[in-house]
């Protein structure tokens, strides 16, 4: 043997006892690992022994089974994407002032006060729309307290209460 290989082979002999001595140290600070398959490794493995098994038996039935998966699979993707697409409605912030208690024990008893909701952006017209320039038709349905507000196309406001009354 040469000095060199005799040193390569002192050289692995130490490494190894190393190692051991390593492993031993470890073994005793931590205690030894064994490790056992848990039971559900084994019957998963059973089951998809068992699924080749049939599909190798009836081919035309599994190629059935598959292709309904893939077509409900897609069908629910494409449902997704529909719905995902949909408009979103459009959310507006509203504020509510409760009404004033209604005196009932006035002569004559006061009307209802009235309950106002103020919206923070503009929201369905409900008396009409115009043009810019040319008057809203509005026709009260019956005799009492309206409050009309008007928003133009740059967003600027302004309202009225309006009191209507019977001409009898």
Same mark, same amino acid.
């Given at each position: 043997?040469?000095i060199v290989?005799?040193? !390569? &082979?002192?050289?692995? /002999?130490?490494?190894?006892? +190393? +190692?051991?001595?390593?492993?031993? +140290?470890?073994?005793?600070i !931590?205690?030894?690992w064994? @490790?056992k398959?848990p039971? @559900?490794?084994?019957?998963?493995n059973? *089951?998809?022994?068992e699924?080749l ?8 039935q599994?190629?059935?089974i598959?292709a &309904?998966?893939?077509?409900? +699979?897609?069908?629910?993707?494409? *449902? @997704?994407r529909?719905?995902?697409? $949909?408009?979103?409605?459009v ?5 509510v ?6 005196c009932?024990?006035c002569?004559?008893?006061?009307s ?10 503009s !929201?369905?017209?409900l008396? *009409?729309? &115009?043009?810019?320039s040319?008057p ?5 349905r019956?005799a009492?307290?309206y409050a ?6 740059? /967003?600027?406001?302004d309202?009225r209460? $309006?009191?209507?009354e019977?001409? /009898?």
């Amino acid at each position: 043997m040469t000095i060199v290989s005799s040193f !390569v &082979s002192r050289l692995i /002999g130490w490494a190894r006892a +190393a +190692a051991k001595a390593i492993a031993r +140290a470890f073994t005793n600070i !931590v205690g030894e690992w064994t @490790w056992k398959r848990p039971p @559900w490794i084994e019957s998963a493995n059973r *089951g998809s022994r068992e699924i080749l098994a049939r599909i190798r038996r009836e081919p035309r039935q599994s190629l059935v089974i598959a292709a &309904s998966v893939i077509v409900v +699979a897609g069908a629910a993707w494409l *449902g @997704w994407r529909w719905y995902d697409a $949909l408009p979103r409605p459009v959310e507006i912030a509203f504020t509510v002032e409760a009404p004033q208690r209604t005196c009932y024990e006035c002569e004559p008893p006061g009307s209802p006060n009235p309950l106002i909701v103020r919206f923070g952006d503009s !929201v369905a017209p409900l008396a *009409g729309v &115009s043009r810019p320039s040319r008057p809203i038709a509005w026709t009260p349905r019956s005799a009492r307290h309206y409050a009309l507000s008007v928003v133009d196309d740059h /967003g600027r406001s302004d309202g009225r209460e $309006l009191r209507v009354e019977t001409g /009898g």
